[in-house]
C-alpha cells in the first residue's frame, strides 16, 4: 500500500513539515524536501508498506491534520 502526500492551495509548508514530523516521524530536513516535491511535482510518495494497519493510521492522522492524501492499493 502506497501513501501520497498532494498538493493543495490551502496548507503551509510548515503545516506540511509539522504533521509529516508527527505523524511518519521523519525528522524535520525530510519534511522540508517532502513539502517542496509536493508543492513542484504536485504529489509525493511517503510511506509505502504492505502493513495496511499502519498506513491506514498515518492516512488518518495526515487528514486530521488538513492534509490532501491519497492512497494506493
Known amino acids: 500500500m502506497k501513501l501520497f ?5 490551502v496548507n503551509t509548508f510548515d503545516n506540511v513539515i509539522n504533521s509529516i514530523q ?3 516521524n521523519y525528522p524535520y530536513m525530510q519534511g522540508v ?3 517542496h516535491i509536493v508543492n513542484d511535482v504536485g504529489e509525493c510518495l511517503v510511506k509505502e ?3 495496511t494497519e499502519l498506513i491506514e493510521e498515518i492516512y488518518e ?5 488538513g492534509l490532501n492524501v491519497k492512497l494506493e492499493k
Open 22 to 24: 508527527m505523524y511518519l
Open 33 to 35: 524536501s517532502i513539502a
Open 49 to 51: 508498506s504492505d502493513d
Open 5 to 9: 502526500i498532494l498538493n493543495d492551495d
Open 61 to 65: 492522522g495526515l487528514v486530521s491534520s
